[in-house]
């Protein structure tokens, strides 16, 4: 459900439509990266998938376009309007094998529809300080023979070449502000050691994902974030409002000066676990 707080949910990124906007453009930039994984598991037509915090639902589309009109999507998120809105797109484009419902996947209950096929979760365990647990509830609703695939950021690798002050006190910023809602920005690396304290065992494979862009096309795409997560930094006495601008308009300034350093953006990392069949 859409709140006031920013990270009541947990999720320090806020409900702003501007918000739901990077999700989407985020999500989109991830596409191949995500689809050459699934393309890895082989996903058949007819299976029934999970999305968990599915957000826009831009992954829900590639899985639906997978599993055909004879499978099963299910979208789960926290954000009742965002769900709501999810849902109403992806049924007016034809995906009407498509769901998606309300849920915490930090209540200590089974996931919703379980098991499935596909358990799937992106940039999800990086905002929950109870990972671990929802990792372990994702691996539940896994069926035999079915497959937990999980992707996440390892923000560290954030670079610019040559090195700008500027972009490195931007993200400086972000991740003072995610770090102190308790997200991990390290969670991607971290997801063979979270796979091991959730039980699962070692990921049968792991993949690591960037992507190399000019700093003029990283640019917004870093201040969106910085304004997404700046009530919650506000909030800690992180930054002042003032500091931020200060620091945006001198990023833009120098962008604008050099717009074609190469800039190397977070490394998304996935683990998966084929979970064995019951004779197995």
Not at 33 to 59: F, I, V
Not at 106 to 134: C, G, I, K, M, N
Not at 217 to 225: D, I, R
Not at 227 to 249: F, K, N, W, Y
């Amino acid at each position: 459900m859409t709140t006031t707080a920013p990270d009541l949910d947990g999720y320090v990124l806020g409900h702003s439509p501007q918000e739901y906007e990077r999700l989407r453009a985020q999500a989109r930039s991830w596409s191949r990266a995500t689809e050459r994984l699934l393309n890895e598991l082989g996903l058949a037509p007819g299976a029934r998938c999970l999305d968990a915090g599915c957000g826009p639902g831009e992954t829900m589309r590639l899985l639906a376009d997978r599993v055909g009109a004879a499978g099963e999507v299910l979208g789960i998120d926290l954000d009742g309007a965002l769900a709501e809105a999810t849902r109403f797109a992806l049924h007016g484009e034809g995906y009407d094998q498509c769901d998606v419902v309300v849920h915490d996947v930090t209540e200590d209950v089974s996931l919703p529809r379980a098991p499935f096929d596909l358990v799937y979760a992106r940039l999800l365990l990086f905002h929950l300080p109870q990972r671990v647990a929802v990792l372990r509830r994702l691996w539940d609703a896994a069926a035999p023979g079915g497959h937990l695939l999980v992707q996440d950021y390892d923000l560290r690798g954030v670079t610019v070449l040559p090195a700008l002050p500027t972009l490195d006190e931007v993200g400086e910023l972000i991740i003072a502000g995610m770090t102190a809602a308790r997200c991990d920005v390290y969670a991607g690396a971290r997801l063979p050691l979270l796979f091991a304290e959730a039980g699962i065992g070692e990921p049968d494979g792991t993949d690591v994902a960037g992507r190399l862009e000019p700093v003029a096309s990283v640019a917004p795409y870093l201040e969106a974030t910085l304004r997404s997560v700046l009530p919650a930094a506000l909030a800690r006495g992180i930054v002042t409002q003032a500091q931020a601008e200060d620091a945006l308009a001198a990023l833009r300034h120098d962008v604008l000066a050099d717009p074609y350093r190469p800039t190397v953006l977070p490394l998304l990392i996935g683990a998966w676990k084929r979970k064995p069949d019951v004779q197995e």
